[in-house]
């Protein structure tokens, strides 16, 4: 068997409708897949040259527009819309871009983000989603902020003469009104994603656009729930896996949010203060270090302070709680009970960083009744920082039993010993070195003080206020240190901990092998379920032990091979069983070489199917020779015969150490002569072919060598062998011209006479079965993504050749296909099959097939 077709592609069942496509015989141009793009969405693309030819009218195109001349007449604000009486501005706020970088990203979203969402909406109900929600977001925006300002609120008083030109707001509110129209996965997926990047640019950023924003978001939900006709159907709970997903995604987003505050022109969000932990004050690091090791005052310790954070080093240090938030949403996403622990600790940490940083008593004085609202709110502000720390520690706390999963011991050793180990290294070289220049701080140090410094190398900027006073080093090779063995081993650290998120317990012991070859025999697992029994699978059984099916796990993508190994009764209870057992263990489950009998099953659980070989089958109990269609195999059989061609039909062990030889030498001639890497997975070596449920099939010429060699796996139907698969084929140099062709003939003829139903050439690769004319050969997008793999192939793998050898055993052709849950998942899917194939090619190898593809 082999790695992919190309017959067909199902998307889930409740998808949006795919555009018709082309022939695969007429692969489609550019310019066609462009007017189909534009019959797809005309709405987004008016939008961009829309977007386009405003921002040249108005100016923004070449200048912002808090400097082109006339950009105040279509922008959105107080001081605009209200006072100036410019009542046209919440129009043109929506179709304007305020300079050039929003131009682009306006284009972008327009031809991608607000695209799918017409595409699920249709053209006319996206125009009135994009005029509702963005202009009822601007004018509504506006009037709240009026009202606002009135009452002395701060954050209106700030932003009153902001104005707003900004078409991205009503692009966010057309996603969201979209989502009605979504599949309850996608819906759940766009709006909190969305609400929860845009409430983190409201929270951190704070300026009026990004309010607006929100305000359109909240708007496009109400209309989406209008426009639904029907009703939205109730959310489903979500999965182990969409729920870690989800709260890996929120982590992910807090982490960046103390970086928007630092974006211009500078936050004033409710939890913006916390970018000011953020942020590295200048000073004169020469002028400090010569007046405070003169004379040492009362403001030399926030100098240093100031000095002790100054150059790359500390300021990577000093965003270390942002990068390991990252870490941990990585771990969340795998279902890593590290990365709950972990996440826990960082956000409890951050709790301590505005407390350092107001330090002391706040005293609020305050002259009037009105003066005390601002006030309040600058506290309020400052104590807000401590919010999104809170609410993490929360979630993680509500969503803990999602991430029960836990590394081996061996993983958990290694990785404490990695970094117990990394951490005493650095300390005691810094510890060694700021001794041994005692006298080379300032101010001067003491042991004491020594080992405090060694402590503070390794934590973030924002804490060392915890930490007494500071040192500093004025020796180089001190210095050197004192800057860079912090950011040293926390790398380590995140190096250490992407491995240990990687450690599983998978693994296959004698008696699973022996429970899992048992099963084979009673029946399931298809005519490729023996290559189950393979190294590199391991195996998975029903909680009553009465089924199995074989995977083995590459990049968080659990892999099956073949069909689930039982009845077919019970192979929707074992898919269902299978998929939960990933969802606990945070994969992604992909059913590969499975057979169409297994399509409804994956149909009533919504997920898409794509066809990823079409296997080749002969019926021994029906086969002959006769006629033309046999004309080519005829001959070759005849000419074995003529030519006395010997077969033998054994396995390995009972083989002459001589033939083994024999066989071992033309496998590793064939392999020498190709520098391309060999594959495996499906495709069987030398290893495979010895073992003892795997039949032989052998040609010697007349001088008794070896001219070829084929090896033929098993299937059982209640402990009878029913079917053969081939596998192994190889043939010497010298061989007589049809030798393969008349090891398969005479294969076919003795499984006729031992009673075997199926023999199956295996899967063709990337190869279409024969349609008839009258047959539509139309494809989907994926369909085509796979005929220009296959035709991008060939000269590296010759795939056609062999289904063309393939063609002349006149088979019949059963589609095998890929099942998958998430279309998101292809990517790293398709990357897992690939490494499953060629799991150990090297890069002379990974180049010798480049080389071989660009010919």
């Not at 983190?200 to 359109?216: E, H």
């Not at 860079?484 to 995140?494: M, N």
């Amino acid at each position: 068997m082999s790695t992919a077709d190309t017959a067909s592609t199902r998307p889930a069942p409740g998808s949006p409708p795919t555009p018709p496509s082309p022939p695969h015989d007429r692969p489609e141009g550019f310019g066609r897949a462009l007017l189909r793009y534009a019959r797809i969405a005309p709405a987004s693309i008016a939008l961009a040259v829309i977007a386009l030819v405003a921002s040249i009218a108005a100016g923004t195109l070449s200048l912002p527009a808090t400097t082109a001349g006339q950009a105040h007449l279509w922008a959105a604000g107080i001081s605009t819309t209200i006072r100036s009486g410019q009542w046209w501005t919440p129009f043109t706020a929506v179709f304007v871009p305020e300079d050039a970088l929003q131009l682009i990203a306006t284009v972008l979203l327009a031809l991608s983000v607000m695209a799918a969402a017409e595409r699920l909406l249709g053209t006319a109900r996206t125009v009135l989603a994009f005029l509702v929600t963005g202009i009822g977001a601007v004018l509504l925006g506006v009037l709240l902020q009026w009202a606002a300002l009135g009452v002395g609120e701060l954050w209106a008083t700030v932003t009153e003469f902001d104005t707003t030109l900004d078409p991205t707001i009503g692009i966010v509110g057309t996603l969201i009104a979209a989502s009605a129209f979504a599949s309850a996965l996608w819906r759940r997926r766009i709006r909190l994603l969305t609400f929860a990047v845009v409430l983190v640019f409201v929270l951190y950023n704070g300026d009026q656009n990004n309010v607006y924003r929100l305000i359109a978001a909240l708007l496009g939900l109400a209309l989406g729930v209008l426009l639904r006709r029907g009703g939205i159907r109730r959310l489903h709970r979500s999965s182990h896996a969409e729920t870690r997903n989800l709260v890996a995604a929120i982590v992910a987003i807090t982490a960046f949010g103390p970086l928007l505050a630092l974006l211009p022109p500078g936050g004033f969000g409710p939890l913006s203060f916390v970018a000011t932990l953020f942020q590295r004050p200048a000073v004169d690091v020469a002028s400090v270090m010569s007046r405070c090791d003169v004379s040492y005052t009362s403001n030399c310790r926030t100098e240093l302070m100031m000095v002790a954070v100054q150059g790359p080093g500390p300021l990577l240090l000093s965003v270390l709680p942002l990068a390991l938030l990252v870490l941990t949403a990585i771990g969340l996403r795998r279902g890593r009970r590290f990365a709950l622990l972990l996440g826990i600790v960082v956000n409890a940490a951050m709790l301590l960083l505005p407390l350092t940083a107001i330090g002391g008593d706040v005293e609020l004085q305050v002259q009037s009744a009105k003066a005390l609202t601002p006030a309040i709110e600058v506290l309020v502000w400052l104590l807000a920082a401590m919010v999104v720390p809170i609410a993490s520690i929360a979630l993680l706390i509500a969503t803990r039993r999602q991430f029960q999963i836990r590394a081996p011991r061996e993983a958990v050793a290694r990785f404490i010993i990695i970094v117990v180990c990394t951490f005493g290294l650095l300390a005691l070289a810094y510890l060694v070195a700021a001794l041994s220049s005692l006298v080379e701080f300032v101010p001067d140090a003491t042991v004491a003080d020594i080992f405090a410094s060694t402590l503070r190398r390794f934590v973030p900027a924002g804490f060392l206020s915890l930490l007494g006073t500071p040192i500093v080093p004025t020796t180089p090779f001190v210095v050197l240190l004192y800057h860079w063995v912090g950011p040293a081993f926390w790398t380590v650290f995140v190096f250490a901990t992407l491995q240990l998120y990687r450690a599983t317990f998978t693994g296959r012991t004698i008696a699973d092998e022996e429970h899992f070859r048992a099963l084979l025999r009673e029946g399931g697992g298809g005519t490729f379920g023996f290559m189950g029994t393979w190294p590199g699978n391991v195996y998975w059984f029903s909680s009553d032990g009465e089924s199995a099916i074989a995977y083995r796990v590459i990049g968080g993508i659990a892999v099956t091979l073949s069909d689930p190994v039982c009845p077919p009764e019970r192979a929707e209870r074992t898919i269902a069983e299978f998929v939960q057992f990933c969802d606990v263990n945070s994969w992604t489950p992909a059913f590969y070489s499975i057979h169409g009998e297994y399509l409804p099953v994956f149909d009533a659980l919504g997920w898409p199917t794509m066809s990823v070989g079409e296997e080749t089958l002969m019926h021994p109990q029906s086969f002959d020779l006769v006629g033309k269609p046999w004309q080519k195999v005829r001959q070759a059989h005849n000419r074995g015969i003529k030519e006395q061609i010997t077969t033998l039909w054994t396995t390995w062990d009972d083989l002459s150490p001589l033939i083994q030889t024999q066989i071992t030498a033309v496998s590793e001639q064939w392999v020498s002569e190709k520098e391309l890497p060999e594959m495996g997975f499906t495709l069987g070596g030398l290893t495979e072919l010895k073992d003892r449920d795997v039949r032989l099939y052998l040609a010697f010429g007349r001088d008794g060598e070896l001219q070829t060699v084929t090896s033929w796996l098993p299937s059982w139907r209640d402990g009878r062998v029913v079917g053969y698969t081939i596998d192994f084929m190889r043939r010497a140099d010298g061989s007589m011209p049809g030798i393969m062709e008349f090891i398969i003939a005479s294969a076919a003829q003795r499984m006729r006479e031992d009673g075997v139903e199926v023999l199956s050439l295996s899967g063709a690769p990337l190869a279409t079965k024969p349609v008839d004319d009258d047959e539509s050969t139309d494809g989907t997008a994926m369909d085509r993504l796979l005929a220009f793999l296959a035709k991008t192939l060939e000269p590296a793998y010759g795939f056609a050749s062999l289904f063309a050898f393939k063609s002349k055993f006149n088979p019949t052709y059963e589609t095998i296909y890929l099942a998958y849950p998430d279309p998101v998942a292809l990517p790293a899917i398709g990357n897992a099959i690939a490494k499953a194939y060629l799991p150990d090619a090297n890069a002379r190898e990974y180049v010798a097939l480049a080389r071989t593809l660009m010919r």
